[in-house]
C-alpha cells in the first residue's frame, strides 16, 4: 500500500488559504513530511489568527516534538484560550521524552503549592 506524501509546494499554497479550515487541515497533512519540511510551516501556524489552526499546529508540534516544542507547549499552557491550553496539555501527555515528566512535575508542583496557599491551582 502507497502512503501518501504532499507535496510540500501544495501544502504551501494550503496553508496561505483564506480559509481557517483549509489552513487547519494543510496543518495536518504535514505530519506526512519530514520534521525538517514541516518544521517552518508548523511554526508559521502558531501565529495564526484561528485558534483551531494554532490548536492543530501546537498538537502537531508537540506529538512530532518539533523545534523548541517543549518551551512552545509550556508557553502555550498558559494562553487565555482553553483550546490552546487543552491541546498543549494532550501533546504533554502524549510526550515520553524525561523533559516532558520534568514540566508535568513542575506544573503539579507549582498547583499543589498554589493551593496550600489558598489560592487554588494556577493556569
Known amino acids: 500500500r502507497k502512503r501518501f506524501k504532499p507535496d510540500p509546494t501544495h501544502c504551501s499554497t494550503l496553508l496561505s488559504s483564506p480559509y481557517s479550515d483549509v489552513r487547519r487541515d494543510a496543518a ?7 520534521k525538517k519540511s514541516a518544521e517552518s510551516p508548523l511554526m508559521d501556524l502558531l501565529l495564526d489568527d484561528n485558534n483551531d489552526v494554532r490548536c492543530t499546529a501546537i498538537g502537531e508540534i508537540g506529538t512530532r516534538q518539533i523545534g523548541d516544542w517543549l518551551d512552545i507547549v509550556e508557553e502555550s499552557l498558559a494562553d487565555e ?8 496539555a494532550k501533546a504533554l501527555m502524549r ?3 524525561p523533559e516532558a515528566k520534568a514540566l508535568v512535575e513542575k506544573i503539579r508542583a507549582g498547583a499543589m503549592a498554589s ?4 489560592r487554588g491551582p494556577s493556569a
Not at 484560550?81 to 498543549?88: F, L, S, T, V
Not at 493551593?115 to 489558598?118: A, N, Q, V, Y
Open 28 to 34: 495536518k497533512m504535514l505530519r506526512h513530511l519530514d
Open 81 to 88: 484560550d482553553k483550546r490552546i491550553q487543552n491541546a498543549a
Open 95 to 97: 510526550a515520553k521524552t
Open 115 to 118: 493551593e496550600d496557599d489558598g
